[in-house]
T-cell receptor, first 113, second 108 residues
Framework: EAGVVQSPRYKIIEKKQPVAFWCNPI?????LYWYRQNLGQGPELLIR????????DSQLPKDRFSAERLKGVDSTLKIQPAELGDSAVYLC???????????FGEGSWLTVV | EDKVVQSPLSLVVHEGDTVTLNCSYE??????LLWYKQEKKAPTFLFML????IEKKSGRLSSILDKKELFSILNITATQTGDSAVYLC????????FGAGTRLTVKP
């Protein structure tokens, strides 16, 4: 069974440029999460989807971050414009029922210079 | 405010040692506590705990939850260099909150 797939794996951009990350969750998983992980810290939830509905986006910096999950499967996370402080690993994860085991993708490592 | 605190933040041991990692929590809604191992990539799932006093075991790793005292421990016996990683604890219900992790280094 394929796991959570993310792309790109690595991205280096200049500040003020836009960037987008893509995620394909495990087949059949209705819940999709985007986390941000800074160096030396645990993952921090940005947004959680139940099917195509964003049910928790309280930690998403909405002035520059946006996300969508069309058709309740794949999801994209966009940052525009990027700032130096956005450098982090962006992890996508999915689960079959909210609150049980969460499976992570490999992460998208973003460096803003 | 929900919080998950892991201790120690880092730990250096030698192969063959036994280690105990701690995770204490205060969350509004509890459904489960999850342990993950993170090497230089995404966290990989180790255990899910929902009930107090029931030990989960997988090889040299084991974990137990105390819902009364609001903590969990992860034990690793006979450590190997391959156990070197960051171990993350996540707690909650719909919104799983992660601790900062414990960085374990196992020296040969």
């Amino acid at each position: 069974e394929a796991g959570v797939v993310q792309s790109p794996r690595y991205k280096i951009i200049e500040k003020k440029q836009p960037v987008a990350f893509w995620c394909n969750p495990i087949s059949g998983h209705n819940t999709l999460y985007w986390y941000r992980q800074n160096l030396g810290q645990g993952p921090e939830l940005l947004i959680r989807y139940e099917n195509e509905e964003a049910v928790d986006d309280s930690q998403l910096p909405k002035d520059r971050f946006s996300a969508e999950r069309l058709k309740g499967v794949d999801s994209t996370l966009k940052i525009q414009p990027a700032e130096l402080g956005d450098s982090a690993v962006y992890l996508c994860a999915s689960s079959s029922v909210t609150g049980v085991t969460i499976y992570f993708g490999e992460g998208s490592w973003l460096t803003v210079v | 405010e929900d919080k998950v605190v892991q201790s120690p933040l880092s730990l250096v041991v030698h192969e063959g040692d036994t280690v105990t990692l701690n995770c204490s929590y205060e969350v509004t809604n509890f459904r489960s506590l999850l342990w993950y191992k993170q090497e230089k990539k995404a966290p990989t799932f180790l255990f899910m705990l929902t009930s107090s006093g029931i030990e989960k075991k997988s090889g040299r790793l084991s974990s137990i939850l105390d819902k009364k005292e609001l903590f969990s421990i992860l034990n690793i016996t006979a450590t190997q260099t391959g156990d070197s990683a960051v171990y993350l604890c996540a707690v909650g219900s719909n919104d799983m909150r992660f601790g900062a992790g414990t960085r374990l280094t196992v020296k040969p």
